[in-house]
């Protein structure tokens, strides 16, 4: 069983930046494609990041030049630097590792079935 833990959520004004964090537990980093969901209220989750154990990244075009996921494996960690944020990215935030191992970045990209562990999610309020 994989865990996952969120932080660094927040309010902001819109043009302002947040970094998210998840911690892992040990050497998921290294063994699952992970990234990162959004789910505003009445809408649905949305796939936002993600990367392979290899260092791979792809991200949706919504956040394409603003958005960067990084990992730092020695820390069982997983990042989101989220940058010039708009009043459209308020959401809660879901850390993610796919339980079918590596290689998923991309059926998540094409909006395929998730079969995922997750975090309990971190708010992110963009004002405008």
């Known amino acids: 069983q994989v865990q996952l833990v969120e932080s660094g959520g927040g309010s902001v004004q819109a043009g302002g930046s947040l970094r998210l964090s998840c911690v892992a537990s040990r050497y998921t980093s290294t063994i699952y494609s992970m990234g990162w969901f959004r789910q505003a209220p009445g809408k649905e989750r949305e796939w936002v990041a993600c990367?392979?154990?290899?260092?791979?990244?792809s991200y949706a075009d919504s956040v394409k030049g603003g958005f960067t996921i990084s990992k730092d494996n020695a820390k069982n960690a997983l990042y989101l630097q989220m940058m010039s944020l708009k009043p459209e990215d308020t959401a809660m935030y879901y850390c993610a590792a796919d339980r079918r191992g590596s290689g998923y970045c991309y059926r998540w990209a094409r909006g395929e079935y998730v079969d995922a562990f997750w975090g309990q999610g971190t708010q992110v309020t963009v004002s405008s």
């Open positions: 990367i392979e154990p290899d260092g791979r990244t």
